[in-house]
């Protein structure tokens, strides 16, 4: 299986700070890589698809870049309502896996 | 409005078995790929299984494969997941997710809230 590093495993950041979270893929998987947001007792919610797609509905402050085996999610300026834990996802076989995850907290 | 809701969860001894059940609605649930995607408490989540959208692709995570089925009814509009020889270590709260295409190969663009299975004895 295709082993997904995320990190920082946590991170602590003040309002409007821009914050960086990589996600490192343990062999090539092209751009076949989403990023999820999920708050504090509810569903994962998708915020990018295929690296870099801001998905339908989600603010521009969120962005992701990279391919192969190297991967950036960045939130431009972090606002009180982005505490969450984010994880990263490649789809490129069979087996789908996640990151670790990286908690966002208020500083 | 789109809307997935999980069902079948509870407490379950080591060594029986539980099917789960997903309600899909507000979309063409036989365009979509589904998943199941579980979150022991306190941890991050793991990919259980997925379905394309003809039951023709199927993929297992490597701890469950063996012991989960996955299937799909798409004249009922749900998925199903049954899950034999349970173990401690599959406790966990179980969504169920729909894929952003129809193979399983993809994003999950809609989650369920999910339905917690504990298993002990």
Known sequence: DIQMTQSPSSLSASVGDRVTITCQASQDISNYLNWYQQKPGKAPKLLIYDASNLETGVPSRFSGSGSGTDFTFTISSLQPEDIATYYCQQYDNLALTFGGGTKVEIK | ?121
């Open chain 2, 1 to 121: 409005e789109v809307q997935l809701v999980e069902s079948g969860g509870g407490l379950v001894q080591p060594g029986r078995s539980l099917r789960l059940s997903c309600a899909a609605s507000g979309f063409t649930f036989d365009d979509y790929a589904m998943h199941w995607v579980r979150q022991a408490p306190g941890k991050g989540l793991e990919w259980v299984s997925g379905i394309s959208w003809n039951s023709g692709s199927i993929g297992y995570a490597d701890s469950v494969k063996g012991r989960f089925t996955i299937s799909r009814d798409n004249a009922k509009n749900s998925l199903y997941l049954q899950m034999n020889s349970l173990r401690a270590e599959d406790t966990a709260l179980y969504y169920c997710a729909k894929g952003s295409s129809g193979y399983y190969l993809g994003a999950f663009d809609i989650w369920g809230q999910g339905t917690m299975v504990t298993v002990s004895s």
